[in-house]
């Protein structure tokens, strides 16, 4: 199949970028770099050192003996979008080219309407240039579980019936999202929805809860080739960072209560879901909603978890229960239905200690790269 992967200099797309590769996929990647702009802007950089692209694209060519081509540009300049898919010709764009931090997107004015922009003109831009020249792709988004917010109703997988004075449809389930970033995602989903309907377009919507973990088969064994993953306050997400907070002996921060639950999943099974939903594509006209996750936790039992497997590695880390930045619920149902991906074949890899154990010893092998300074989160809701 010919893969497109937007995004894929990124933590979920350079992984999913060799993934496909390594099963003989023609692939190309999709990228402006901004990801390592916006490190240097917040005085941050990847826990573990990466390659350039240019480094990584030769790395991989020595140790598979396979090639990725690479398109360097930007997915809001349509001119650069329709060339890289009349050069293509894509049979499936994956689309994880955006900006995904909710504190990103709440730091200021200017922040929130880069994130909506850059979000929603890129999906746009991608969406006229499937309809204009390849109209048989399928585009398989990453959108995210945060999408649908905590309702205190059981979360479907994108639709729910709906009986209203004695009439009833099948409805987009409701959106309450978390961030301006989340809200970008709804958008998204609206924009593919409608012209699913209207173009005739097929794409399914990945709802991808919080994705923890760093390796996979093809990142590991050579150091040019090796993912990024994030421990800062804007970009680092609960699981990871609480992992390398312990390997470094800084308190675990959990936000407020930490009863705030949410979805997680191992980023090898991220990589098993787009390939999935890219071996079974959606119908012509289809706008197919998937919840990308395997497990729910709270915030506070990732941490406890967290705290067990380093005691058993002879490290005392402290819980710190820090005011919470954001605005959201701290006590509340969650309960998501996540089936779609599990009917079509999903295997999942369930959250191990060996995992935990795994990520604190990486993070003690890149401890002199931590700066304690970027470890709290300063951007606030409020
Ligand atoms: P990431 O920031 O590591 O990677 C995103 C990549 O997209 C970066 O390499 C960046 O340079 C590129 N990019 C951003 N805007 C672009 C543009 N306009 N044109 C071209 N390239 C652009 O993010 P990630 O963690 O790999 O997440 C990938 C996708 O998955 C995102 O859409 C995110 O919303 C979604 N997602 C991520 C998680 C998670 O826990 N990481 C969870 C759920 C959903
Ligand atoms: N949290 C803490 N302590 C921390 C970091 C986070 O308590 O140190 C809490 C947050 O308050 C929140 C929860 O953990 O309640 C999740 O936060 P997160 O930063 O791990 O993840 P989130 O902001 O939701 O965003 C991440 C990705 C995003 C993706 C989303 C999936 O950055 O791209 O869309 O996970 S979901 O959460 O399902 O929306």
Not at 77 to 87: A, C, K, N, T
Not at 99 to 126: E, W
Not at 145 to 151: A, F, H
Not at 169 to 182: A, G, R
Request: some cysteine; overall charge negative; hydrophobic content about 40%.
């Amino acid at each position: 199949m010919k893969i497109m992967i937007a995004g894929g200099d990124g933590f979920c797309g350079w992984p999913t970028a060799l993934y496909f590769s390594e099963k003989g996929h023609d692939v190309a990647i999709v990228d402006n770099l901004i990801r390592r702009e916006w490190d240097k802007e917040l005085g941050t950089q990847s826990l573990t050192p990466i390659a350039s692209m240019d480094e990584r694209l030769k790395a991989w060519t020595e140790k598979s003996g396979k090639s990725i081509r690479f398109y360097l540009g930007d997915l809001q300049d349509y001119e650069f979008v329709e060339h890289i898919f009349r050069d293509f010709e894509p049979e499936a764009f994956v689309h994880y080219a955006e900006q995904r931090s909710a504190p990103y997107s709440m730091i200021d004015r200017q922040h929130a309407v880069f994130t909506q922009v850059n979000n929603v003109v890129g999906n746009l831009n991608v969406l006229f240039a499937i309809k204009e020249i390849v109209p048989d792709c399928h585009l398989i988004k990453l959108g995210t579980m945060g999408e649908y917010g905590t309702p205190n109703i059981d979360i479907e997988e994108g639709y729910i019936r709906i009986v209203h004075k004695g009439r009833e449809d099948v409805l987009p389930y409701p959106k309450q999202p978390f961030s301006f970033y989340h809200l970008s995602k709804v958008h998204d989903s609206h924009n593919i929805m409608f012209t699913c309907r209207s173009w005739g377009l097929r794409a399914t919507d990945l709802n991808q809860g919080v994705v923890y973990g760093l390796w996979t088969n093809e990142t590991q064994g050579d150091e040019r080739l090796v993912n990024r993953i994030d421990y800062d306050g804007v970009f680092g997400t609960a699981l990871n960072r609480f992992c390398i907070q312990a390997a470094v002996g800084h308190d675990l921060t959990v936000y407020g209560k930490g009863g705030q639950t949410r979805a997680f999943l191992d980023i090898r099974d991220t990589l098993q879901c787009v390939e999935l939903a890219a071996l079974n594509p959606a119908d012509r006209g289809e706008f197919r909603v998937f919840n990308q996750f395997t497990e729910q936790f709270s915030v506070l039992e990732l941490a406890q978890r967290v705290q067990n497997v380093a005691r058993g590695m002879g490290i005392e880390a402290k819980i710190a229960h820090l005011e919470n930045p954001r605005v959201e619920k701290e006590e509340h149902y969650y309960n998501a239905v996540h089936t779609k991906l599990l009917d079509l074949g999903l295997q999942p890899h369930l959250l191990s200690d060996e995992l935990i154990q795994g990520l604190i010893e990486t993070a003690g092998k890149y401890r002199e790269r931590v700066d304690f300074d970027v470890i709290r989160p300063n951007a606030t809701w409020r």
